[in-house]
C-alpha cells in the first residue's frame, strides 16, 4: 500500500497571513511539517497555490505542487494534487493523507496511526481523535468534537459537547465520560478522496462548518482511530509565541 502526504498551504491567511513561511527555531513552518512527515511516509508534497510558498519548498529540497487559487477546503485541495502527484510517483498511489499545514510539531507515529487504519480494505476514509482531559476543551466550541459506533466509524462531529450528560453537572462531565476532540488530519483512498469533492456541500456540514458531516450524510463512513498524542495548531501570531517555548 503506498500513501503519499499532502501538506495544503495557502499564502492568504485572513488571521495570519504567511502562516507557512514564518520562522520557528530558524525553520519555516512548513519545512518543520514537510520534515515531520517525512519521518513517517515515503512520499510527502505540498499543495500551494503561492508561488512564494512553492519556491521555498523547493528551495529546501521538498516536493510542491501548484494547484488552483479557488479552493474552499485542504480536501479539495488534495483532489487536484493527488491528479499531478500520481503522473511523478511511479508506483500506484492507494492512499493520501491530508496533512495540516499549521501543526509543526505533528507526530509521526500519528501519521502512521492513520496509514495503518487503511489495511483494513474496507477503510474508505480515516481520521484521529484524542481523549478530552479539560473542561476548558470540552466546553470550547473551537474544539471540534467527535462521537462514534462501537466499530469506531463516525457518527457526528460537532463544535458543541456531544454527547448531552443529562443526569450530570457540567463540572463533572469530563471524569464521567469519555470525550473525544477530533485531530484534524485526514486519509483517503484515492477513489474515495475524487468522490467526496464532487458532492454538494450538506445541511449538517453548513450548520456546523464541519466537511466531514458531508461525507456522513452522503453515507461515507469515517474511521476514527484514537492518539495519545496532542497536536498544537498555529492559527494567529499569539500562537506563534507560544509555541516558541516548546523548542
Known sequence: MIAVGIIPARYAS?????????DIGGKSMIRRVYEQASKALEFVFVATDDQRIFDHVEGFGGKAIMTQTTHKSGTDRCAEAIRKIQAEVSQKISVVINIQGDEPFIKPEQLRLLKSCFEDENVQLATLSKVIDSAEELFNPNVVKVVRDKDNKALYFSRSTIPYMRNFEPEHWVSSHKFLKHIGIYGYKVETLKEITRLAPSSLELAESLEQNRW??????????TTAFETVAIDTPEDLEKVKGLL
Open 14 to 22: 485572513t488571521r495570519f497571513p504567511g502562516k507557512p513561511l514564518v
Open 216 to 225: 456522513i450524510e452522503n453515507g461515507y463512513n469515517i474511521y476514527v482511530q
